[in-house]
């Protein structure tokens, strides 16, 4: 069992820059593909990132590419998001999963953490 916590959340304004740690606990991810997801007040939850075991893919949602970073440290069996230029639009609980399965944005994940609030202020 993968147990996930997310932290480094909080209350920037628009243009400013957040990074998103997950930690995993349990046994180790490297062997895990991890996604960061996101559900802002209203709405489903989206595919923000994805980045595959070992680093080489990643992908992004079109509405943070360019701004949003997803890295991971298997060593540290954490993986992390870093946010640059935030806009209000991406104020959300954001969360991270591991998955032992391939596919892209659509991919299925095993487990899930329990999310950080994050919050652009205009």
């Known amino acids: 069992q993968v147990q996930l916590v997310e932290s480094g959340g909080g209350l920037v304004q628009a243009g400013d820059s957040l990074r998103l740690s997950c930690a995993a606990t349990?046994?180790?991810?490297?062997?895990?593909?991890m996604g960061w997801f996101r559900r802002a007040p209203g709405k489903e939850r989206e595919f923000v990132a994805r980045?595959?075991?070992?680093?080489?893919?990643?992908i992004y949602a079109d509405s943070v590419k360019g701004r949003f970073t997803i890295a991971r440290d298997n060593a540290k069996n954490t993986v992390y998001l870093q946010m640059n230029s935030l806009k209000p639009e991406d104020t959300a609980v954001y969360y991270c999963?591991?998955?032992?399965?391939?596919?892209?944005?659509?991919?299925?994940?095993?487990?899930w953490g329990r999310g950080t609030q994050v919050t652009v202020s205009s």
């Open positions: 999963a591991a998955g032992s399965r391939g596919g892209g944005e659509s991919a299925p994940y095993d487990f």
């Open positions: 980045i595959t075991a070992t680093g080489a893919i990643r």
């Open positions: 349990g046994r180790t991810v490297s062997d895990y593909a």
